[in-house]
Structures are given as structure tokens and as C-alpha cells.
């Protein structure tokens, strides 16, 4: 199955500061990425839809503001958390969706795991 | 509204105990339903699609099936090593993806 890599799988920082996580699919092009946050025991809740070349499309109660997504290319999205808090701490996990062969199938990055301290 | 249910929430199988995870969902228009295993602290691994009422699909000792309200993930035979968090989820006409609460197997030797 296709491959999408997560950088980095592990951030622990302060609060107030900024992350960026990035999402790569490696072996397709991805013209939509997901970005979903899991928190422990419970189901994957996605927080926006990442379109290439253009803003993404954030769901209800998603801050836009805090959550900035960027889908520069076809193989890159990236997720930057501003100003976070420890309410933040959470498993990001991106998805991409790959159209070829008409499965559009989503395959799951290997998630990150960001600790605000 | 469009709603997964998974059932059981958890699920506990001795090696070589057959049994079934079940995913019922409300969606209208419904463009593909996908089941996922997930284990610790990872991100979910593609195991299915299935599109339409009827069909089946298989890999190793894990078959889903769909129906027109729901579909099952049979386990047959399961070994320690199927133990993981299986997830269903249901894309509807808006494209996303609705995801179950997901079913915590753990198969014991």
C-alpha cells in the first residue's frame, strides 16, 4: 500500500511556543491530506482537510488561527500548532488520499505525539 | 445525522477463538466503507474497502462483509498477534471520513 511518513513522531515543548509536524505521502501524489487528533482511548476526530494550492478546509470548532495547515506540493503537508497550550498535548495523525486505480483509498501516517509542558 | 457504532468496544479472544467485530452506521449516500487496525501509539494501517451491499473481501484470517446498515470484520482462528485497535469508518457523500469509536481486540495464547 502507498506510504506517508510523519516528522516528527515524538515533540515535547513549552508553552506558548510553536510546532510544525509535517506529513509526506512518498510513493503518490496526494492533491487532499487530512489532519486528525486522537486523544488516548478514544477515536481519530478529524480537524481539517488539506487541499494543494489552496486554504484548507477546517472543521466546526477548529481554530483556523491556531492551527495553521499549509499543502505547498503534491507530496507535503504541514500542520504548525501556534502558541500552544497544554490542552494541545495530543496524537496528531495525518492521512493522504490516494485516487489512483479508483480505491481512493486513506493512508494513515504513523502519527506524532506533542507533549506541552 | 451520519453515525458509526462499533460493537463490542472491547473484545477479549483466546488464540484460535473465531468471532466477529461489527460496524452499523447511519449514513446517507454512503462512497465507501473502510476498516483500519490500529495499534499503540501509531497511526491506523489500511486493511479494507468495501462499496457496495454483498461484498466481501479477505486477507489472511480477516474477512469483511457488508450489508446495506452495517458490516462485520470476521476473525478467524486469531493469533496474539491480531491484537490491536481495529477501526471502521464510513465516507459519505461529502467526501470525509466518519470514524467508529473502534474495537480493542486482544487474543491471548
Redesign the interface.
Known sequence: GAVVSQHPSWVICKSGTSVKIECRSLDFQATTMFWYRQFPKQSLMLMATSNEGSKATYEQGVEKDKFLINHASLTLSTLTVTSAHPEDSSFYICSARDPVGGADTQYFGPGTRLTVL | EDQVTQSPEALRLQEGESSSLNCSYTVSGLR?L?W?RQDP??????LF?LYSAGEEKEKERLKATLTKKESFLHITAPKPEDSATY?CAVRFQG???I????TELSVKP
Open positions: 465507501g473502510f483500519y501509539g501509531k497511526g491506523p494501517e489500511f474497502t477501526l467526501g470525509k471520513l470514524f467508529g469509536q473502534g
